[in-house]
């Protein structure tokens, strides 16, 4: 029994203690658990200010000297966009202009035909004796059309053509075109252009103003150059301009060759101006050596001849306006294609004198213009007639301008413009003196006068 009791007694006292140990441990556990949550709770602001009790004392012992930092600078602005470029110029350019013009004249010839189409003299007296009465004529055959190939490259081509043509007075549908220039021109640099083809001579290089363009003042009335083959070279140096050319010394229309291209020289021209902005004034020259075929001693002949003529030119703006002023003076023009009185013969130099003055200034809406030119032969008896008479008294016209002592020349006018058109009236009075044979001063007069007007538009493009 004893024994039993303490069995019992030790049974009990051992789940008393495992139930006492059990109960010890979950405390320790609940204890140890509480406390690290509050440690953790309180260790995070802790940190935070050991942190910055550190940046804090980093930043004391910082040097003192240490500048403090800048702030990143501002980005800069943005470039301006490059200008646009500008356009090119077009490698092929059009050019010209449509005039289509009504002409009342009295008494004129053009070129040595009795119409109106370009007048350049009173009409002759004998071969054109029933031409002194008044005739209308409408045309538009100076209207003008051009090519420009190369705009802006150093090397430029040009084509210009025209329909006029003295041997229609009135056409339409049979106008045929005539070429006016066809050059190949080189800038071999920026001041030196070299050219070749069939161009405006380098003398005599200023016209009138007029709306008469291939007539008025052309032949024997001031300005005498006129187109040719040729091969030159124009040079600036500052503002003195240089050129010198090369030239035909005529036209040759005939199948064969000629003493054009087997005897004659080619022509020499050249050309020396003060250039600007405002004034354009110098001297030019061109000359040839030709050959003339004649009879010496009942024989055929030969004889070399010398053409040589000189030209003062100026043209000055006066505003909107310009003054032009030409003078020449010279021998046997006419036989190196000039539009000039003079042609020599065989053992005869024939010497002239002429030139013009000319002047346009706006006034208002409208535009005047006025010129007054002159031609003058020297020595009158050496000169040929310029008309023959057939067997059975007819008479007909010699050469272009042929047989004429003087020539004068009064054109005188105003234009209106609009835009690209211009309304224009052109009036011209001429004086021409006609060499005649002895009988037939004792039937006509010598000195023939002619007049007229020309109306029209010239649009250009």
């Keep these: 029994m004893v024994v039993r009791e303490s069995s019992l007694r030790s049974g009990e006292e051992l789940r008393f203690g495992f139930r006492g140990l059990l109960r010890a441990t979950l405390g320790l556990s609940c204890l140890l658990v509480g406390s690290t949550a509050f440690r953790t709770a309180t260790a995070a602001p802790e940190a935070a200010e050991a942190a910055d009790a550190e940046e804090a004392d980093e930043a004391d012992e910082a040097p003192a000297s240490a500048p403090a930092a800048m702030p990143a600078p501002a980005p800069a602005p943005a470039p301006a966009p490059a200008p646009a470029p500008a356009p090119e110029a077009p490698l092929v350019k059009f050019y010209g202009f449509i005039k289509p013009a009504l002409v009342v004249s009295n008494g004129v010839e053009s070129f040595g035909a009795p119409n109106s189409n370009s007048v350049t003299a009173a009409a002759h007296p004998v071969a054109f004796a029933d031409n002194n009465k008044i ?4 045309q538009v055959m100076q209207s003008r059309f051009g090519i420009v190939v190369g705009t802006g490259l150093p090397v430029t081509g040009k084509v210009e053509i025209d329909f006029h043509d003295t041997s229609q007075a009135t056409p339409t549908t049979t106008i045929r075109p005539r070429l006016r220039v066809a050059y190949v021109e080189w800038a071999a640099n920026e001041t030196t252009k070299v050219g ?33 083959h040729q091969l030159w070279v124009i040079s600036m140096l500052g503002n003195m301009e240089l050129g010198l050319a090369l030239g035909m010394s005529a036209n040759n229309t005939a199948a064969g060759f000629s003493t054009v291209n087997r005897k004659n020289t080619p022509t020499v021209a050249l050309r020396a101006a003060y250039k600007t902005a405002d004034l354009y004034a110098g001297v030019s020259f061109i000359g040839a050596l030709l050959e003339y075929a004649g009879v010496k001693d009942g024989a055929p002949d030969t004889k070399k001849q010398a053409t040589i003529m000189a030209n003062l030119f100026v043209q000055k703006a006066l505003g909107a306006g310009n003054l032009k002023f030409e003078a020449y003076a010279g021998n046997n023009g006419a036989n190196i294609g000039l539009l000039t009185l003079a042609a020599g013969r065989y053992d005869k130099d024939i010497t002239e004198i002429g030139g013009f003055v000319s002047v346009a200034h ?93 109306v029209g538009m010239l649009f250009a493009f």
């Design 362 to 454: 706006p006034a208002g809406p409208v535009v005047p213009h006025a010129s007054l030119g002159v031609a003058k032969v020297l020595n009158t008896d050496d000169i040929g007639l310029g008309y023959s008479v057939a067997a059975d008294g007819t008479a007909s016209r010699g050469s272009y301008l042929s047989g004429v002592e003087y020539n004068m020349f009064l054109d005188f006018g105003f234009k209106y413009p609009i835009s690209k058109v211009a309304l224009y009236l052109d009036g011209f009075v001429i004086a021409t003196r006609h060499k005649l044979t002895p009988a037939d001063r004792e039937t006509y007069n010598s000195r023939a006068i002619a007049g007229g007007a020309e």
């Design 196 to 228: 070749i083809g069939q161009n405006w001579d380098l003398f005599s290089p200023l016209n009138p103003n007029t709306y008469n363009l291939p007539g008025a003042l052309l032949g024997g009335g001031g300005n005498s150059a006129f187109q040719r």
């Design 135 to 138: 005739a209308y004529s409408a």
